[in-house]
């Protein structure tokens, strides 16, 4: 149980245009979603959380009309980084916790190149 | 502040040496501790949650213990294909669950 997805796992696109990354939890529902940015040999930054059905809080530093998030519905979020730049090119992860749970289950990632 | 350590950064150790990973953690007010493991280019993959002193819980070869102040993550004889890196991370009770995590050891298991 617990199993979380994302799509796609490898994008490579051109400077100026915009990727979306989707993320589903596959077999319960995701009340809380984070999407996390990590770094080559770092921890984990996390960008934002997202309640279902709300906006979506965003860390300090991170530019909101950058990355837009999208938590629709129990299953499904997705982040979007507009206008992509080089340094934009990371690894995204995505996790999700369920009602009443405390734990974070990750997706695989989406390594994101921007030429 | 709230501020996760992990000790050592990196680990390497014989197949079948066993060992322990240490994780500090000052928070007021633990909502609960995680281990994760990650594998080079994957999403973390869940281990166990810890949230009072004294508990201690078990995985095939992996045992994590909690105490007030600390975290370690017991490797009983370990294989080469425990070698990864292994994330320790805490949520404080106030907190919308959000995770502080430690840099991480790199554990490296050689034949």
């Known amino acids: 149980g617990a199993v979380v997805s994302q799509h796609p796992s490898r994008v490579i696109c051109k400077s100026g245009t915009s990727v979306k990354i989707e993320c589903r939890s596959l077999?319960?529902?995701?009340?809380?979603m984070f999407w996390y940015r990590q770094f080559p040999k770092q921890s984990l930054m996390l960008m934002a959380t997202?309640?279902?059905?709300?906006?979506?809080?965003?860390e300090q530093g991170v530019e909101k009309d950058k990355f837009l998030i999208n938590h629709a519905s129990l299953t499904l979020s997705t982040l979007t980084v507009t206008s992509a730049h080089p340094e934009d090119s990371s690894f995204y992860i995505c996790?999700?916790?369920?009602?009443?749970?405390?734990?974070?289950?990750f997706g695989p990632g989406t390594r994101l190149l921007v030429l | 502040e709230d501020q996760v350590t992990q000790s050592p950064e990196a680990l390497r150790l014989q197949e079948g040496e066993s060992s322990s990973l240490n994780c500090s953690y000052t928070?007021?007010?633990?909502?609960?501790l995680f281990w994760y493991r990650q594998d080079p280019g994957k999403g973390p993959e869940f281990l166990f949650t810890?949230?009072?002193?004294?508990e201690e819980k078990e995985k095939e070869r992996l045992k994590a213990t909690l105490t007030k102040k600390e975290s370690f993550l017991h490797i009983t004889a370990p294989k080469p294909e425990d070698s990864a890196t292994y994330l320790c991370?805490?949520?404080?009770?106030?907190?919308?669950?959000?995770?502080?995590w430690g840099a991480g050891t790199k554990l490296i298991i050689k034949p």
């Open positions: 996790s999700a916790r369920g009602l009443l749970q405390e734990t974070q289950y």
């Open positions: 077999d319960f529902q995701a009340t809380t």
């Open positions: 997202s309640n279902e059905g709300s906006k979506a809080t965003y």
């Open positions: 928070v007021s007010g633990l909502r609960g």
């Open positions: 810890l949230y009072s002193a004294g």
């Open positions: 991370a805490v949520a404080h009770m106030d907190s919308n669950y959000q995770l502080i």
